[in-house]
């Protein structure tokens, strides 16, 4: 039996925006932390200077899923936006001097956006536990310091929700061992963590599965120049898990968490 200790920690924030990559006027979002979104947060935990994980955390050297902990909603608000292009103090304050000299207001841009909130109360926090491990020496080490930082609950830079202003915490951590299993493309199984919609042959949508899921296309893998790499369809659960059975062949990877037995896909 093939076996792989992972690591977990949970994430905490009061609101999430994880951009869509196709958005344009609007600025929707996942409900979920993309894989590249996940790869900046273990990033900025131990100190990685930006754009420099791409290839060191593909996900031939780093496994990582995630799994939504708390009841969720969208919601849509419109935000206005400063123009930022020059930095002088007057401009970061909206304002500006025409040719006599006077200070002047600029037009706001109101852009529509969406943002992850918890679905019982927005006083309560969202809630986001991600797994990982390591699958190769290059990562090894980074792990290791990930469980040192978290330990001590901090983290190099701060971390966020997607945008800056979305802050968000450490909670809880902790590491399990997972039992790696291969799909023989018959049983059905079920899953906590979003699943590659090329992993699932049949959806379990018998009268007694109640579970509810969100079909999206995110990006998977990320090169220099922030470049999308590759990108992928997931089936997202919320609340109960996906009951599914999987393609032939596809990894899976099932732990004992809380007094349940769980599995989860590698994002």
């Known amino acids: 039996m093939k ?18 990559f196709f958005s344009t006027t609007t600025s929707l979002s996942y409900i979920f932390p993309p894989r590249t979104t996940l790869m900046g947060l273990v990033a900025a935990i131990i ?19 995630v799994r939504i902990l708390s009841p969720i909603r969208v919601v849509l608000q419109a935000i206005n936006h400063l123009k ?68 001590r609950r901090i983290s190099m830079y701060p971390i966020s929700l997607g945008p800056a202003y979305a802050l968000a915490w450490i ?7 997972a039992e790696v299993k291969t799909s023989t493309g018959v049983n059905h199984i079920d899953l906590v963590s979003p699943v590659p919609l090329d992993y699932v042959q049949e959806i379990d949508t018998g009268y007694d599965n109640k579970s509810i899921y969100y079909e999206e296309k995110v990006p998977r893998d990320m090169m220099s120049g922030r470049i999308i790499r590759s990108t992928a369809d997931y089936l997202v659960p919320v609340g109960k898990p996906l009951k599914v059975r999987l393609t032939e062949g596809v990894k899976y990877y099932t732990f004992l968490e809380d007094g349940y037995i769980l599995s989860v896909t590698a994002l």
């Open 47 to 65: 100190g990685m200077d930006r754009d420099s994980y791409y290839e060191l955390f593909s996900p031939r050297n780093l496994f990582i899923s």
């Open 84 to 151: 930022v292009k020059e930095q002088p103090e007057h401009n970061i304050r909206g304002l500006y001097r025409d040719k006599t000299g006077r200070l002047r207001t600029y037009e706001r841009i109101q852009v529509t956006t969406e943002y992850v909130i918890n679905g019982w109360s927005s006083e309560d926090s969202l809630t986001y536990r991600v797994y990982l491990a390591s699958l190769s020496r290059d990562t090894s080490d980074y792990v290791e310091t990930l469980k040192n930082y978290l330990s």
């Open 3 to 20: 076996e792989l200790e992972l690591t977990w920690f949970d994430v905490k924030g009061y609101m999430a925006h994880f951009r869509k």
């Open 171 to 177: 909670d809880k951590y902790g590491t399990l061992t």
